[in-house]
Nanobody
Framework: QVQLVESGGGLVQPGGSLRLSCAASGSINAILTMAWYRQAPGKQRELVARISSSSTTTYADSVQGRFAISRGNAKNMVFLQMNSLKPEDTAVYYC?????????WGQGTQVTVSS
């Protein structure tokens, strides 16, 4: 079964940057939307950013101007560039691909912003 695999998480100081990547373990077709969600301890999972098949992007207000979502050239990867990170960005980050057939989720990657 095809899975999404995230990478790039870790520990970073406030003001620092990280770049998350998400790739599929096999072929996934007819992708409609790619997105990043995050879930902090004790909180609900929330949408961080998404990019449509036409490359239209949407961001949560809390990350607007600091984060950037992009697709890989072959459109089989999605990235999240995170700049000016804040302690409140600490969470498990998940990638999600919405296709005609089903929705795929990754297993999550931990991002911790702390001095």
């Amino acid at each position: 079964q095809v899975q999404l695999v995230e990478s790039g998480g870790g520990l970073v100081q406030p003001g620092g940057s990280l770049r998350l990547s998400c790739a599929a373990s096999g072929s996934i077709n007819a992708i409609l939307t790619m997105a990043w969600y995050r879930q902090a301890p004790g909180k609900q999972r929330e949408l961080v950013a998404r990019i449509s098949s036409s490359s239209t992007t949407t961001y949560a207000d809390s990350v607007q101007g600091r984060f950037a979502i992009s697709r890989g050239n072959a459109k089989n990867m999605v990235f999240l560039q995170m700049n000016s990170l804040k302690p409140e960005d600490t969470a498990v980050y998940y990638c999600m691909w919405d296709t005609i057939q089903r929705v795929y989720w990754g297993q999550g990657t931990q991002v911790t912003v702390s001095s």
